[in-house]
């Protein structure tokens, strides 16, 4: 078993970020949402500011093996988990785990009765066993490209 190592994000960590969410997002859900799908939800990378402000504005963890960036996720507001990604080759083996723990943790610390996230179809079986429940499927048009995902709710 893997040591994993917990921190906080900071802005020399955006690059390796954004690398592994594109590399998770591209080769994980490739088995859930088309090409067309994935090239729209990676393109996301390309709004600089948005990036930014997650580090600036959001309890964001990281979570390292061996000095090696293997995941990271983010807490909003005390109550949505905006970020969740593990590197493709550490899945299944506690990443998620321990940057869920953490945000909930967070969440807690920081008064809130409930935590929601908008969960990809490749992620909701992680989502349900942390306890979450499915408020809505959602379904949104990108650049001409219909993506779904869940609305999802875990009481505190």
């Excluded at 729209?40 to 979570?63: L, M, P």
């Excluded at 093996?65 to 899945?91: E, P, R, T």
């Excluded at 083996?93 to 969440?107: F, P, R």
Aim: one cysteine or more; a neutral charge; hydrophobic letters at 40%.
């Amino acid at each position: 078993m893997f040591k994993i190592v917990l921190s906080h994000a900071n802005m020399t960590d955006l690059p390796a970020m954004q690398s592994l969410f594109v590399e998770t997002v591209t080769s994980i859900c490739s088995k859930d949402y088309t090409p067309d799908q994935i090239k729209v939800w990676t393109a996301s990378i390309e709004n600089a500011q948005r990036w930014i402000d997650v580090i600036d504005q959001q309890y964001v963890q990281i979570a390292w093996i061996d000095n090696q960036m293997v995941g990271f996720g983010s807490l909003d507001k005390g109550n949505y988990i905006d970020f969740m990604y593990v590197h493709k080759d550490y899945q299944g083996q506690g990443v998620a785990h321990a940057i869920y723990t953490a945000l909930e943790q967070e969440a807690i610390r920081q008064g809130s009765k409930s935590i929601t996230s908008d969960v990809s179809f490749t992620a909701r079986p992680f989502f349900e066993k942390k306890g979450f429940v499915i408020l809505q499927k959602q379904t949104f048009v990108r650049q001409r490209v219909e993506i779904s995902n869940f609305k999802m709710e875990k009481i505190l």
